[in-house]
Structures are given as C-alpha cells and as structure tokens.
C-alpha cells in the first residue's frame, strides 16, 4: 500500500499500532451524498450538495501534478539522477516493478497537456520543478536544457491564461545530494536555497506563485523512517535530523526567493488531516493535539512563528542537532498556506505497554487511525469531505484568517474506458463536489481560500503503487500515452467554467 500522512503517524507507533489500521483496499461501493457521522448520536448530514456553490470571482480553478510523477524523460537533455530514479530502479521497491522513467511522458507531450487543460476551461496548473533536470548533481551551473523545458511550459501556460503555480521540491532529490547525506545533512538547505535562487532568477519575470516544498511530514517519514519512498533509509536519527534541516531549507529558500523576487508569493504545501480523538477521554484529546502538531504543523509553526509545537514528550533538540540562530533561521512569513488534503485521522492514546516497547513511540505517544465511516477509494482512504471543511476553519481560527490555496484533493479510481470509450467515473465526481460543498461552506464562514487544485490532471505514477492507482481527470493509456478526459474532468471544467459547483 501507498504510504501516506496517515503511516506518517503509524510508522511512529511500531507494530502494534499498525496491527489496528482499517483494511486497505476495500472497494468503495459508491459514495454518498449526505455524509454522517455516527459519532454523534443521530446521524448528521453535514453537507448538502444538492444546490449549487458559487465560489468567490477570480477563484483558481486547477489541477495538480509532480515531475517525477508524469514526466518521464528521466535521464534526457542533461538531468541528473534523482533519488526517486535511482530507489525505482532498485527491484522490489515499486508495485510491478513500475518505474517513473517515461511515467505520462510529459516532458515530450506537455502541449497535449496544456490542451487538455485549456479543454476543461482550467485557469491555474500546480507543477513542479525536477531539481536534478536544473542542478544535475545538486549544485553548481543550471543545466541550460532543463531551464529550457520549464520555460517552454510557463510561456505556453500564460498564453492559454493558466496561472503557473510551480512547486520547487516534489520529493526527487539529486541524488549527487543523498550521496552526501541528503535531507538529514545541513548543507542540503543551503543547496536547496541556491537552487531555489536559480529558478526564481529564470522563470520568476513570469511566474509569481511558488511552493517550496510539497509535503514534509510525508516525505521524511516515508523516505528516512519507514524507508518504503526514496531513498529508502530507517533511522530515527536520520528522520528527526531531515525534519529540522527541511525547516531550515524552507526558511532558506524563502528568504533567496524574496531576494531575487521580493513581489513573488510564496508558501508550501502541507499534507494535513484533521484529527479527531477517537473517544472524548482526556488522553485521546491530547493525541489528538499532539497527531494535530506533528502532521499538520511541523513545518508551518516553525515557518509562521519560528518555534516547534507542542507534539513530543520533549524535543529532542540535540537528535535534532538544533544550534543556537536556528528558530530565527527557520522562520519563513509565508504568503499563503498550502494544503494537500483527502481524509481524517481518528487520534487515541497508546498504552503503557505499547509506550514502552519503542523509542519512538514514548517520543510520540499517539495512535492513529483513518475513519471507517465514509466509503473507501481504491486506494483504500476514507472519503471524508467534513475534513477538508474542519482542517480550512481550523487554520482559519489558529493563524488569523491566512490565504489558503487548496494544493491538492483527490481520489484514486480505478475506471477504465467503457465499450464507447467513455471513462464513466461518477464516484469522482461526487467526491470533488462534496469536497467542493465542504470548502465553499468554509468560504461562506469566512476562510480566505483562492484556489483548489484536483489531483491530478492525469493518471500517473503514484509512488510505490506505480501506475496501479489512476487519480487523474483524463485517463492515460500507459501504452500509447493516449489521454482521454473522463466524466469528471468534463464536470471540473464545467464548475471551472461557471465558478460554481
Ligand atoms: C500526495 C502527494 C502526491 C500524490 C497524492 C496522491 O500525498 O503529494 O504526489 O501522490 O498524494
């Protein structure tokens, strides 16, 4: 199974925990309108999708995509390795033995891809820059070709009057950078700011939104910890460090970006769920507080306020090899605050024996859980459309009313085409609009969001479950690289159309 924010937790919490996760992988068997909840004592409908929602004018209507996840091309016009090149390659990492190395081949068929958008009426694409295509080996020069390609596609979004909204980290590391100790060593922040210097200095005349980085708490966990994404380590040690120096090259990258480009806007994307205590017991409360500060605001405290939260039973300041100027270094006011959401998180408190047994999970006593109450995807996560509406108020609430854009929602289903060659894949739609109904609703209440990007455009290589999981609004034939927009992808461009689902 795909790793995500919800093993994020898990992996913290050793066997033990893992043995309690909701089964993965039962088929959804089609999802309903008015969501409940059985936590209350009646069931309450929470969100009514049967009238439509008018979104505020100018809202971004987008999709969203990784490079490694759809381009393809991976040792073409000069790109260094990545650490995703080379763990995919390694046997037995990835699901089928899939690779990323031609993925959607995006990287030659990027104008089908613009079309593609311009048919559904999209006016923002969330992208992302593959680090090794610019610094092939991590530092030094731009790679002239590389530059090229990314400028190539800017200038062709602006002429179809889709805002470019490129992310600089999506997970593919140099792994010239790994070879010197990657995410856990220092000097990676600093490589990451000069990166990130190069970039704004090359495309910043017409891009002005950036993400830093995309998801975090995901990929130091999967990636140092669990080991199951790249480059496959399993070290506390290593994960506890990676989590400090990624806060330092964010609060890096941001200052070398306003230095080239002090008119960009700036943010990151986080990968967030809202934890809820499973029962209301004090101790279930206080994982929930703690599941809440460890997997939704790591990297955003740090950023916004320049201080870790409250989530460990200490902070491991020396693991964390944290030196005095640090929390200064770390603070990075972001423009706006991205969030990558599809589900919930039931928190609980483990017991003594299980607290007891690991390192960890007496660092980290919390025991987390996805919600067994709506339908499932293919992938297994729980469709869950009251999770992005609390986790919007919650930020709302906490960091006095900040620009929200939705960087990523979406769903894995696995529809193919039928005998007209039709891709009739109504449980997506149905998720986009309840996730859409919950998100209007935080509107109405207030939250300033500009933008909720779908992922994905297309189908495409979802980490370790390689291409067995297809999340896009056009399906991808993996043999011809043919792309055909599914129903949902004709509704999207309707609501696109209209401002309104
Ligand atoms: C997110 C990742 C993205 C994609 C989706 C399904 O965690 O940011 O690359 O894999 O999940």
């Known amino acids: 199974m795909r790793l995500t924010r919800r093993k994020f937790v898990q992996s913290m919490l050793g066997a033990g925990a893992a043995a309690g996760l909701p089964a993965a992988f039962s088929a959804c068997s089609g999802s309903s309108r008015a969501i409940t909840t059985t936590r209350a004592s009646a069931p309450v409908q929470l969100f009514d999708t049967s009238s439509a929602v008018a979104f505020p004018k100018g809202f971004f209507w987008g999709t969203a995509t990784a490079a490694y996840q759809i381009e393809g091309a991976w040792n073409e016009d000069g790109?260094?390795?990545?650490?995703?090149?080379?763990?995919?390659?390694?046997p037995g990492k990835i699901k089928n033995?899939?690779?990323?190395?031609?993925?959607?081949?995006?990287?030659?068929?990027?104008?089908?891809?613009?079309?593609?958008?311009r048919a559904m009426s999209l006016n923002s694409y969330r992208f992302s820059i593959a680090w090794p295509r610019i610094q092939p080996a991590g530092s030094g020069a731009a790679n002239a070709k590389g530059v090229d390609y990314y400028s190539r596609l800017v200038d062709a979004l602006l002429e179809a009057r889709i805002r470019?909204?490129?992310?600089?980290?999506?997970?593919?590391?140099?792994?010239?950078?790994?070879?010197?100790?990657?995410?856990?060593?220092?000097?990676?922040?600093?490589?990451?700011?000069?990166?990130?210097?190069l970039v704004a200095r090359a495309l910043g005349d017409r891009v002005s939104d950036w993400m830093l980085v995309n998801e975090p708490a995901a990929f130091v966990d999967l990636g140092y910890l669990e080991g199951t994404h790249a480059p496959g380590r399993q070290s506390l040690l290593d994960f506890l460090r990676a989590t400090h120096v990624v806060n330092l090259a964010q609060g890096a990258g941001f200052r070398a970006l306003k230095a080239v480009r002090p008119a960009a806007r700036v943010g990151s994307a986080f990968s967030m769920s809202p934890s809820e205590p499973a029962t209301d017991s004090a101790a279930d409360k206080l994982a929930a507080a703690r599941a809440h500060a460890i997997t939704n605001i790591w990297f955003l405290e740090?950023?916004?306020?320049?201080?870790?939260?409250?989530?460990?039973?200490?902070?491991?300041?020396?693991?964390?090899?944290?030196?005095?100027?640090?929390?200064?270094?770390?603070?990075?006011?972001?423009?706006?605050?991205?969030?990558?959401?599809?589900?919930?998180?039931?928190?609980?408190?483990?017991?003594?024996?299980?607290r007891v047994a690991h390192a960890q999970d007496w660092l980290f006593p919390v025991k987390m859980e996805g919600g067994q109450q709506g339908p499932k995807t293919d992938i297994g996560w729980e469709v869950w459309p009251k999770a992005l509406y609390d986790m919007?108020?919650?930020?709302?609430?906490?960091?006095?009313?900040?620009?929200?854009?939705?960087?990523?929602?979406?769903?894995?289903?696995?529809?193919?085409?039928?005998?007209?060659?039709?891709i009739r894949d109504s449980r997506r739609i149905e998720y986009h609009r309840e996730y859409l109904a919950a998100l209007g609703r935080a509107i109405a209440e207030g939250a300033d969001v500009r933008g909720y990007h779908a992922w994905s455009l297309l189908d495409?290589?979802?980490w370790t479950e390689g291409y067995s999981q297809r999340f896009g609004l056009a399906y991808v034939d993996f043999k011809t690289q043919q792309r055909t927009i599914k129903d949902s992808g004709r509704w999207y461009g309707r609501v696109a159309a209209e401002n309104r689902s």
């Open 302 to 354: 740090p950023a916004l306020r320049g201080s870790y939260p409250d989530a460990l039973t200490f902070l491991p300041e020396t693991a964390m090899r944290i030196k005095s100027g640090d929390m200064e270094r770390i603070r990075a006011p972001l423009d706006f605050i991205g969030i990558n959401l599809y589900y919930r998180t039931i928190a609980s408190a483990p017991g003594a024996m299980e």
């Open 79 to 90: 790109k260094g390795e990545s650490i995703w090149d080379r763990f995919a390659h390694a």
């Open 97 to 117: 033995r899939d690779t990323g190395d031609a993925a959607c081949d995006s990287y030659h068929r990027w104008r089908e891809d613009i079309d593609l958008m």
């Open 392 to 422: 919007v108020m919650r930020l709302t609430r906490d960091y006095n009313r900040p620009v929200i854009e939705i960087t990523e929602s979406g769903c894995s289903y696995n529809d193919g085409p039928d005998a007209s060659g039709m």
């Open 460 to 462: 495409n290589f979802e």
């Open 164 to 197: 470019p909204l490129v992310t600089l980290f999506h997970w593919d590391l140099p792994q010239a950078l790994e070879d010197t100790g990657g995410w856990p060593n220092r000097d990676t922040a600093d490589r990451f700011a000069d990166y990130v210097q």
